[in-house]
């Protein structure tokens, strides 16, 4: 939920805000889908390492927050911090958004309790409602404060929520610790 709110607000942000052109605000938005891409090829990796699912699930969380914060400081700081340095800040959230929704599915397919099923449709309609409500409230608030550094940073504040509602969420993964083995090269 959180990268999404934030990902649809991000080139308004850059456009309005810090008066880029939007293509430039392209390019940032295609770095964190570069991220989620690398994402979510990493929990598999991850798992065979050692991590546990409710770390990945943390690590990510902690990169979507990470990237906020660096997307934030680009657009509404004072002190005039460069554009390409977005594109960084959004890998690093997309990179943590392509963990999360990644280990989340992971988790689902590996119930043990035979319930995938039931698991699977509650874990899709949890993400459609979050991006939907943290879309909604983010919406509302540049609506009525306008596309401005106030209702934009409204909207980092939605989407902050969001990540903290995953970091709470993460605490519920079953903590089992896989045999390590050696990584692949």
Known sequence: MAFFTADLFIPLALTSVRGISATLAGIVLTAGIIGWTAGAYAPARLLKWGMTKGGIARLGAILVIAGLTVIGAVILTTVPVPV??????????????????????????????GTVGRASSQMELGNQAGIAIGTGLAGALVATMGATAAGLSGVLVVAGAGVVLALLASTRFAETHPPLTPPER
Not at 95 to 111: E, H, K, P, R, Y
């Open 84 to 113: 390409p340095v977005a594109a960084v800040g959004w890998i690093i959230a997309g990179l943590g958004a392509g963990l999360g929704f990644t280990i989340n599915s992971i988790a689902v397919l590996d119930d043990a309790a």
